[in-house]
């Protein structure tokens, strides 16, 4: 999931993101609604953490702005206002939640969550894929009903691909689900988590099967033509 925190306040911003990221999101920051547009415009975002105070055009206008534009995903609101005023307008200007700060770090998650959950229409936040199980709520996934051991990265490209199920996931969509401006990483990048998700996978019998020049696919060993040893 690839979130874009729109703050311009360097100690907020650096502790959201360093706690998003530990999540296992990618957070791309930027310090102003004029560079939150250009963003916008050049990538795409899963969500977007808006600060109400920002210098220039305030946080209250870019979310206008972004929804005259048509975009629809889902947009928390920060504020340190405590004036009902701005959050009502907030709302009524296309937010779908907001947080007074200073808030604690959980429930910040829990509000991304139940946002992202209802943005991606899912009716329940456990994705499922023959043995391979994930609870986005939880953050625990389980596989043969055993709870597996994930990295941050490793989650954040599983649970893409299981959201693709039965498409293929594209190997640029991934990169761009993994990637930050600020973080540098490459295609054999994502060879390197793939090689350790297969290892851990296989032995139950789904496989992440390559589709030459386009992704990754998850597929169970059956639909391969493998009929594994008990
Ligand atoms: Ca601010």
Do not use: C
């Not at 907020?12 to 998003?20: C, D, E, P, R, T």
């Not at 975009?71 to 405590?82: F, S």
């Not at 993994?178 to 996978?201: C, F, H, M, Q």
């Amino acid at each position: 999931m690839r979130l874009l925190l729109v703050e311009d306040d360097v100690m907020v911003a650096s502790g959201i993101k360093l706690g998003l990221s530990d999540a296992g999101y990618t957070v791309d920051w930027v310090g102003s609604a004029e560079r939150a547009a250009q963003a916008l415009a050049s990538d795409s975002f899963d969500l977007a953490i808006v600060d109400l105070g920002l210098p220039g055009i305030d946080g209250l206008e870019l979310t206008r702005r972004l929804r005259v534009a048509g975009m629809e995903m889902p947009v928390l609101i920060l504020t340190a206002r405590d004036a009902l005023h701005d959050r009502v307008q907030g709302l009524d200007l296309g937010a779908d939640d907001y947080m007074i700060k200073p808030f604690e770090l959980p429930e910040l998650l829990a509000r991304l969550r139940a946002l992202l959950r209802r943005s991606q229409a899912a009716t329940s936040a456990v994705l499922s894929f023959g043995p391979l199980e994930m609870n986005t709520a939880q953050r625990r996934a389980t596989l043969g009903g055993q709870t597996m051991e994930l990295g941050p990265r490793e989650w954040t490209v599983l649970e893409y691909l299981l959201m693709q199920v039965p498409k293929p996931a594209a190997k640029d969509k991934l990169l761009q689900v993994l990637t930050g401006w600020d973080k540098e990483i490459t295609p054999n990048a994502i060879e390197v988590y793939v090689s350790r998700l297969r290892a851990k996978l296989e032995p139950a019998g789904v496989s992440l099967r390559a589709i030459r020049g386009f992704g990754y696919r998850l597929e169970l060993a059956e639909q391969a033509g493998h009929v594994l040893p008990q």
